[in-house]
């Protein structure tokens, strides 16, 4: 089965709305240059996504950072699965490891996010990756298949179809470290595996799995022409808008 590669910016805490608005624009400009045939999303603090949601292309989505997996209540402080769906939001990221690590969330916490944002329509982006010292021990495959089952679980066949799973070791974010294309694709096709024992064949064959950490565009190439990975999601070089289309270029 085809599966149509995604280019997945991960803003994390940077620009304020009217940062926000000037890469929409300038991207715009741009916009002849993404290339068809692949699926673009920017994941953006919580206050740049309505300006991002009226103001990108039409073939760039929105994408959240966090929610929380509950559908209203006492919470203060935080935002509900319906209200980002309820203005476009196509996809969450949960369990980013700076999430994980900063705000000490685990597995159960990453699982109900991962049930809520499917529930609520959207398109949940399940994180996932070694750090250091697991690498050194050589437990990745270990580490890594147990956050996708964990993360996975309880979701239906077609949830796990429709779901992106970004395979992102700790040690590659933001470090200008990379995994080699092949340990990465290695890893892709274990996390691949898994998913088709637990949840058979189609929807392993339907997932998509990005390749994340220190992806720019001189490297993007190298990942995505794996047979598992079906896409990129980009930290820094996806703040600016013409690093941004340079790595869509690259996808070609
Ligand atoms: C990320 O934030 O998910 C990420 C991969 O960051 P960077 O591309 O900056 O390593």
Request: hydrophobic share 45%; glycine share 10%; with cysteine.
């Amino acid at each position: 089965m085809a599966r149509t590669p995604l280019l997945m910016g991960n803003w994390k805490m940077y620009k304020t709305v009217a940062e926000a608005r000037s890469f929409a624009e300038s991207l715009g400009q741009q916009s002849a240059a993404l290339v068809d045939g692949v699926e673009y999303a920017i994941c953006a603090p919580y206050t740049s996504l309505h300006v991002l949601r009226v103001m990108l292309p039409a073939n760039v989505k929105v994408g959240a950072q966090n929610v929380y997996p509950q559908k209203e209540g006492a919470y203060t402080g935080e935002i509900a699965p319906g209200m980002l769906a309820e203005f476009g939001t196509r996809f969450v990221l949960a369990g980013h490891s700076e999430r994980r690590m900063l705000f000490n969330e685990s597995d159960q916490m990453v699982n109900h996010k991962v049930r809520a944002i499917a529930e609520a329509g959207m398109i949940p982006v399940l994180c996932v990756g070694e750090n250091s010292s697991q690498k050194q021990d050589g437990i990745t495959k270990e580490v890594v298949t147990g956050q996708v089952q964990q993360g996975l679980d309880g979701l239906s066949q077609e949830q796990v179809a429709q779901a992106v799973i970004a395979y992102e070791p700790v040690w590659a974010i933001g470090s200008g470290k990379t995994a080699t294309p092949e340990d990465a694709q290695y890893v892709a096709s274990e996390i691949r595996a898994l998913v088709a024992d637990l949840f058979g064949a189609e929807a392993a064959a339907s997932v998509r799995i990005l390749y994340g950490g220190s992806v720019k565009p001189d490297n993007i190439a190298s990942f995505v022409r794996e047979a598992d990975i079906d896409g990129a999601l980009v930290g820094g070089a996806s703040l600016e808008p013409s690093s941004f289309v340079e790595m869509a270029q690259a996808l070609k």
